[in-house]
């Protein structure tokens, strides 16, 4: 049920015996050009809307669903993120540009999953290399604190009206897994590669003021109270946070977010661990990305529907190209309207779907 195809997944294996995996990327920038009309109305937007029974998209049909959209059998402009992989998912080297590419095939996550688990199916091989490295990157990832929120998500089926008839839950799979997995490669390297002043190690130049521009996705720490107030709560139910450092704190949020699976009060905990994080935003100011627990993160994998990824694709390409792209004070104004644009979006989608369940329990009160 995606609404736009901005993503594709190519593999390889190379004479040099590494797995060659290439992230590719919509490239709306090629057709979105700065200040134009276009650009400025998807400024204006600054994200598609997802609400129960209709998409709001930030850029024309014509190019989210068309022109940009990864259709299969059609080729295609991208900006691809292409990496050099070993069997424990080490990364040897990576290489960033705009490409065109060929899709052969667009799967259903659900057709992706079965063939997980069977091991039967069309590109099964290639699928299961995939997915035994992505298991991997995730698995480094979880060793360095990064937390995993496996929320249900709420989905509906409508009928021909848009009237609520069916209520489900739609839970991550290994299917998913596998895809957010390789966005996430893609968005910490682009990040890396842009806050390295030359390439060079960047902790000298991000303290200046001239250091490189990038549009950074960050995630602040917690505060200590409101983890303390989650530890009280979660302690009548007779777990145990431990908030200690950093690391300590997220592995202990992932050990109570695995405990609370299944429990009657799974929801709730779920629920209240989320909220006492703070938001994450975009700006040009890094502080890292700690639920995922990443030093550097970014936006660079769903241009077609947020405009803080058209940014990054621009600060790259300028970035490839030796020139400069804008200044530090324009993009982070962009940023605060992207993050708070994206704030508006979230509170109507939840909106959207709290009015669609009380639609569905409507004729059956009592």
Not at 133 to 151: M, N, W
């Amino acid at each position: 049920d995606a609404k736009d195809f901005d993503d594709a997944l190519s593999l390889q294996k190379l004479e040099n015996g590494l797995w060659e995996v290439g992230v590719h990327i919509a490239d709306v920038s090629h057709y979105i050009k700065p200040h134009s009309t276009l650009d400025k109305e998807a400024v204006n937007r600054a994200t598609s809307v997802y609400l129960v029974d209709r998409c709001i998209p930030m850029l024309p049909e014509v190019l989210s669903n068309f022109a940009c959209s990864l259709r299969p059998n059609e080729e295609k402009y991208c900006f691809s993120a292409v990496f050099q992989l070993d069997d424990d998912a080490v990364i040897h080297d990576q290489w960033f540009g705009k490409t065109v590419i060929y899709s052969d095939k667009r799967f259903a996550y659900e057709d992706v999953q079965k063939i997980i688990e069977t091991e039967e199916g069309e590109y099964k091989d290639d699928i299961l290399v995939l997915d035994r490295l992505a298991k991997k990157l995730r698995a480094d990832r979880l060793r360095k604190g990064s937390i995993v929120f496996d929320k249900a998500e709420v989905k509906f089926h409508l009928d021909e009206e848009g009237n609520p008839i069916g209520v489900f839950f739609k839970t991550q799979q290994d299917a998913h897994k596998l895809i957010e997995d390789f966005m996430l490669l893609a968005n910490r390297k682009v990040a890396e590669f842009l806050s390295k002043a030359d390439g060079k190690d960047n902790s000298q130049s991000q303290k200046k003021k001239d250091g490189p521009v990038c549009v950074y996705r960050i995630h602040d720490t917690p505060n200590d109270e409101k983890m303390l107030d989650l530890s009280n709560f979660v302690a009548r139910f007779g777990y145990q946070l431990n908030v200690g450092n950093k690391t300590k704190t997220a592995q202990s949020i992932n050990k109570l977010l695995v405990d609370v699976k299944d429990k009657k009060e799974q929801g709730m905990i779920e629920l209240l661990a989320v909220r006492s994080m703070p938001k994450a935003i975009y700006t040009t100011k890094n502080v890292g990305h700690y639920g995922l627990g990443f030093e550097f993160y970014t936006h660079f994998t769903s241009p077609i529907r947020r405009y803080p990824d058209v940014m990054v694709h621009r600060l790259l390409e300028a970035r490839l190209n030796g020139v400069t792209y804008s200044n530090r004070e324009d993009i982070e104004l962009l940023c605060k309207h992207s993050s708070e644009m994206e704030r508006v979006a979230a509170e109507a989608e939840r909106a959207s779907i709290k009015y669609k369940q009380v639609e569905f329990m409507s004729d059956k009160i009592g």
